[in-house]
């Protein structure tokens, strides 16, 4: 296997709460992972998991507390000054919301202009053609380029700040949520466009998103984030039809479904509660279904074959459990 | 590439907004229609105010007489031929009060304009980098803020000597904390908005973050602010000179000519003060009425009107 | 239908101004809820679900123009122009629910104070901390935990709870949930709207649950209208609609939802939902629709009953058949 797009070492970076010091701090705990050229790798996780922290300290929005963040070849959290500035070429973001991503005094061409220009991807002559190209590749007709934000709807914003996040001809994209505040309709469009785009640019993307059903459509690999660890991951497939972990399978099975499944596992206790937490000991503990006196220390990361792993001392009984054909009748009863 | 513009087509088609021509013509044209659609009295404002900005550019072509040629006609009420009439050296009010709207009007428009630069800078810095940077500025707009204007005013007139140049160097001092604040709150709320860090994501420098992404975000309720500011700038001038610490006669101004106006008041000769203070009252109110539309115009949670 | 409606709104119309056209932003809108039901109301931004609930409760903004349309709640009937009289019915068992919940609540109150302070509209003084126990205690809230919290301190999940039992102080007979789970992380969803579906067991409570999520509604709900465009384009039993989509739109919506146990390519629906056109005399789909023809164009069609529901669609005509 040829180096990653993009890995991730040991990151960790917590912000600690002022006003609640005996409550664990939230943020991201030593994380690593690693993102192949081409592949889309799904990062799903509860509000307040550190999914959104991981992903700004991975674009150098965040600077971590201690790890490193490698593209190609370069440690990216080692670098400051104009090196940093135009290392950020590599790694590109877009955010959540439509209403906030884009600048509303900037045209798109100027807005998305600034990218070519500041890092120098074509030169000045050719970056009008640049632009119509990039609009083209994300479904946007050429004369959107001259339009402000205001005179844009949700999803052509998204859009644009798709076409931004390509201009520079970045090794990562962090997606954060790109789709969560769309209407159901024009989601589906956008993330079409996202699927053909990976098939053209081939990209490596991380998307980050708490609905598990748009993480099955796009991502080819997911990680499952709690409380600043991953706690699974493994291929979409792997992951989706025999989750391993409590929370991954409380998660799957809280998703809204057009076809309700009848499929119930244990849901997890209350929310995600830092106060509850104790460092230690598995994270999800306080609220999972299936704790037992063995979870008051953390459990290692268990393989379950094919890059599949999952953090639990019950990881290979559930895995074995959820790849029956009986496990739906067993947890029904 | 074929695969993008299948997409393209499937996808979603431009909405309504795209038939509209995009150019900065069609948003003044908006901003135009948001702020004076429904709203006589702001227009109202604007058009009086033109007239009176028009008369100052223009006042010595208009003035009928010499503003400060003394002449024997001495205290003659308004008639054809002395429309506001004549004051204590014969001199004619009218023309006095056409020259005098000049001068107040650029001492008010320099130094507000002064303070917008200086105020804004110091709020854009303060707000966006924050720290010891930001204590520091904000406690000196604090001193600032905390002088009363006249002891101000008189402080600098004993230090530089009573000109045009005092009045407006008071003018843009004593202005500076309101744009720094506003600035530096609108930076605050700016500075984290995700287009600000896709912006730094493309590369761009602290500076261009600072003047390109958040400066032009800033600056929507500087124009409520200014109009209503050159409005109190306009009385200030004349309160200073009232006072005998801004303008000195015998270059006219509308405070000095109130002030001359009003040791005459008690021999029956209201229209020395009285003219040129309507006058002063109008440009007030102009600005005012103006300031208001454009707050409840530019104001988005206004709306619904 | 044994069981008179709690709840109707007969043929409401609401007009605007925008973008220089006059526009019906809702017409003919007619909906019946039951005691005791989950009524789901369902379409994209911009179809008019949230406009015309708000209508009915007369909260609709004052640059609407309700042309026609009258609702009728526990037997009291009121025009729909008659915005003081509808919103009588919010101190008479009808309440809201909103997706932003932490917005609905005031920042300076104790959630334990929001809750008493609407109880006291109803209750003598003395038994509100009483009551207010017992709210938060159905509401899934620990009291003394959270009462003396302020609305930043509290979680999402939590916020949209203290906002649930604020809407069931009224003791409401009705409640308008619009958008409730949003904002909120799918387990969270999940309780809330297991939340909801108990209460309406327990307490006879009937609900409006507007979602523009197919998904959202295809668990909880009994039956469902679908809007596009300010119109009805199909409505009926949950179970009628989900097993014969009829429509295009009802198609495409269901198309649109990503599946996490099968997944499948997404069909977008092409379009936006008025898609910058503002005549109305025509089926305000046809721009949008895989199967528009030129009659389309010709008129509103009517809607229709087939197969045990009603669609508004000229490929379900008598003589289409």
């Not at chain 3, 799918?186 to 409006?208: G, K």
């Not at chain 3, 009659?295 to 529901?309: K, S, T």
Request: charged share 20%.
């Amino acid at each position: 296997m040829n180096s990653p797009a993009l890995s991730v070492r040991n990151l960790l970076r917590l912000f600690r709460n002022a006003a609640e010091p005996e409550a664990m701090p939230v943020g991201v705990r030593n994380v690593s992972l690693e993102i192949a050229t081409g592949e889309v790798v799904g990062l799903i996780g509860e509000s307040g998991c550190g999914k959104t922290t991981l992903g700004r300290c991975i674009v150098g929005l965040e600077r971590p507390d201690s790890g490193e963040v490698v593209v190609g070849g370069t440690d990216f959290t080692a670098l400051s000054g104009r090196d940093r500035r135009a290392f950020r070429r590599n790694v590109q973001v877009v955010f959540q919301k439509p209403e906030t991503s884009l600048n509303p005094r900037m045209t798109v061409a100027r807005f998305v202009g600034e990218a070519l220009a500041n890092f120098d991807v074509v030169p000045r002559g050719a970056r009008r053609a640049r632009l119509e190209m990039l609009a083209g590749l994300v479904g946007l007709n050429a004369d959107a380029l001259e339009r402000y934000p205001h005179q844009l709807s949700g999803g052509e914003r998204q859009r644009v700040a798709i076409m931004r996040a390509l201009a520079s001809e970045p090794q990562v994209i962090v997606l954060d949520e790109p789709t969560s505040a769309l209407d159901v309709s024009v989601q589906a469009q956008v993330l079409r466009t996202l699927k053909a785009l990976q098939a053209e640019v081939g990209t490596a993307m991380l998307f980050i998103s708490h609905d598990v059903a748009v993480v099955r459509y796009v991502a080819s690999r997911v990680l499952v984030m709690y409380l600043g660890v991953i706690v699974e991951e493994g291929p979409a497939d792997a992951v989706f039809t025999a989750p391993s972990h409590p929370y991954t399978r409380a998660l799957l099975a809280a998703a809204p479904r057009l076809k309700p499944s009848g499929d119930e596992a244990p849901p997890m206790h209350g929310e995600l509660d830092l106060r509850a937490a104790r460092s230690g000991e598995c994270p999800v503990r306080p609220r999972c279904p299936l704790a037992h006196d063995r979870c008051r220390e953390a459990p290692p990361m268990a393989d379950l074959g094919d890059g599949h792993r999952a953090a639990c001392w019950l990881a290979d009984d559930l895995n074995k459990q959820s790849s029956e054909p009986t496990y739906r009748e067993k947890t029904a009863s | 590439m074929a695969m993008a513009s299948e997409i393209g087509v499937a996808g979603e088609p431009m909405t309504a907004a795209a038939k509209l021509p995009a150019s900065r013509d069609s948003s003044w044209r908006r901003i135009y229609a948001r702020v004076f659609a429904g709203d006589p009295l702001g227009l109202a404002g604007v058009v009086i105010l033109a007239v009176l900005l028009l008369v100052a550019a223009f006042g010595p072509l208009l003035a009928t007489h010499d503003p400060i040629l003394t002449t024997p006609d001495t205290l003659l009420p308004p008639s054809g031929a002395h429309w506001f009439g004549t004051d204590d050296f014969g001199r004619d009010v009218f023309s006095r009060t056409l020259v005098s709207l000049r001068i107040d009007f650029i001492v008010a428009s320099v130094g507000v304009t002064g303070a917008i630069l200086i105020g804004s800078l110091i709020g854009l810095v303060c707000g966006y980098r924050g720290g010891w940077l930001d204590d520091t500025l904000m406690r000196f707009v604090d001193i600032i803020q905390s002088f009363p204007l006249i002891l101000v005013a008189m402080v600098l007139v004993l230090a530089i000597g009573p000109s045009v140049g005092s009045i407006v160097i008071v003018t843009v001092l004593i202005n500076i904390p309101l744009y720094a604040r506003v600035i530096r709150g609108q930076t605050l709320a700016v500075k984290h908005l995700d287009y600000v860090d896709a912006a730094r994501c493309s590369g761009a420098t602290e500076l261009g973050i600072m003047f390109r992404h958040v400066l032009p975000n800033t600056l929507n309720p500087i124009a409520i602010h200014a109009s209503l500011n050159l409005a109190a700038a306009v009385g200030n001038v004349a309160v200073l000179s009232f006072l005998g610490i801004g303008i000195r006669p015998p270059t006219p101004d509308l405070g000095v000519m109130v002030a001359e106006g009003t040791k005459f008041l008690v021999q029956g000769a209201w229209w020395m003060s009285i003219c040129p203070g309507l006058i002063l009252c109008t440009t007030i109110f102009s600005l005012n009425l103006l300031g208001d539309a454009l707050e409840s115009g530019l104001d988005p949670r206004r709306q619904d009107r | 239908m044994s069981d008179p409606a709690l709840f109707e709104m007969r043929d409401l119309t609401i007009e605007t101004v925008r973008d220089g056209h006059r526009r019906r932003i809702v017409e003919g809108m007619s909906l019946s809820v039951r005691h005791g039901e989950i009524y789901g109301l369902v379409g994209e931004s911009g179809s008019g679900k949230s406009i015309s609930m708000m209508a009915s409760v007369g909260l609709a903004a004052a640059s609407l123009d309700i042309t026609a349309g009258d609702v009728s709640f526990a037997g009291r009937r009121f025009a729909a122009s008659d915005r003081r009289g509808l919103r009588s019915n919010l101190s008479h068992g009808v309440s809201l629910l909103f997706q932003n919940a932490k917005g609905a609540l005031s920042p300076f109150l104790t959630t334990g104070a929001q809750v008493e302070r609407v109880l006291a509209g109803r209750l003598p003084k003395s038994t509100c901390r009483r009551e207010a126990i017992e709210l938060f205690r159905v509401c899934g809230l620990n009291h003394a935990d959270l009462a003396d919290k302020y609305p930043h301190q509290i979680s999402g999940g939590q916020a949209q709870r203290v906002a649930m039992a604020c809407a069931l102080a009224t003791e409401p007979r009705l409640l308008i949930a619009d958008e409730p789970t949003t904002a909120l992380d799918v387990t969270t969803e999940r309780e809330l709207l297991r939340f909801l579906t108990r209460l309406c067991r327990e307490r006879d409570l009937a609900i409006v649950l507007i979602a523009h999520n197919l998904s959202l509604v295809a668990e909880y709900c009994s039956g469902l209208t679908i809007l596009h465009a300010g119109q009805i384009v199909e409505r009926g039993p949950l179970a009628s609609v989900f097993a014969e989509p009829l429509h295009p739109y009802t198609r495409g919506l269901i198309a649109a939802v990503p599946d996490v146990d099968a997944p499948h390519e997404l069909e977008p629906l092409a379009g936006s939902v008025w898609g910058g056109r503002s005549d109305i005399e025509r089926c305000r789909f046809s721009h949008r629709c895989p199967f528009a023809q030129p009659d389309c164009e010709a008129g509103v069609p009517a809607l229709l009953p087939r197969a045990g529901h009603e669609v508004r669609c000229i490929l379900y005509r008598e003589d289409a058949t």
